[in-house]
């Protein structure tokens, strides 16, 4: 799983447990409605300086690799586990590289004998441009760079937050479990 969210340079720390509630996923999604997509210009970035390194750490079942610039992602992938370490096309990393240069990389690397015991994935981080909310979701089931024309079936949410909303913003969300 490769995920590229508009963020100042993250590490392991912007990863926060799930906890142990197991329906925390569920429960956001349920308190949330579909909305239409506006285009997207593309990125807006000044100056950006990748980190020339790759942090690799353990979160739940997934061990991450994090990193300024997608192409580096390779020379890491010897510090995954081999049960865990996909086959990534490097023309997957230089889309992502390109598009999204100012972007934090995130591969997220699984077993898929572990999947059903994954919890959701969740992080904080300072967005690039901190007046644009941004949601980044380009999904791709073939290995290869994503064609943004092309219809892909949805297997995911993504849900996103923010502490400068103004207050009625949003809607609500019940994060304790339901006895």
């Keep these: 799983m490769l995920l590229h969210p508009p963020a100042l340079p993250m590490t392991r720390e912007n990863f926060l447990s799930a906890g142990r509630g197991d329906d925390i996923l569920k429960r956001m999604v349920d308190a949330v409605r579909p909305v239409p997509v506006a285009a997207d210009d593309g990125p807006v970035c000044m100056s950006c300086k ?3 390194t790759v942090e690799v ?7 991450v690799l994090l ?6 992602i390779p020379s890491a992938l010897t510090r995954v586990p081999p049960r865990k370490r996909p086959r990534l096309d490097m023309r997957l990393l230089e889309f992502y590289a390109d598009r999204y240069p100012c972007h934090t990389i995130a591969v997220c690397c699984f077993d898929n004998a572990d999947a059903r015991c994954a919890k959701p994935l969740l992080m904080w981080y300072e967005p690039l441009e901190p007046d644009r909310l941004t949601v980044p979701a380009l999904d791709c089931h073939t290995g290869g760079p994503p064609d943004p024309d092309a219809d892909v079936p949805v297997d995911h949410w993504v849900l996103f937050g923010t502490d400068e909303a103004p ?6 969300v019940d994060y304790l479990p339901s006895r």
Aim: hydrophobic share 30%.
């Design 57 to 63: 750490f353990d979160h739940d079942i997934y061990t």
């Design 50 to 52: 990748p980190r020339p």
């Design 67 to 72: 990193a300024a610039d997608a192409t580096l």
């Design 167 to 172: 207050d009625g913003w949003g809607e609500p």
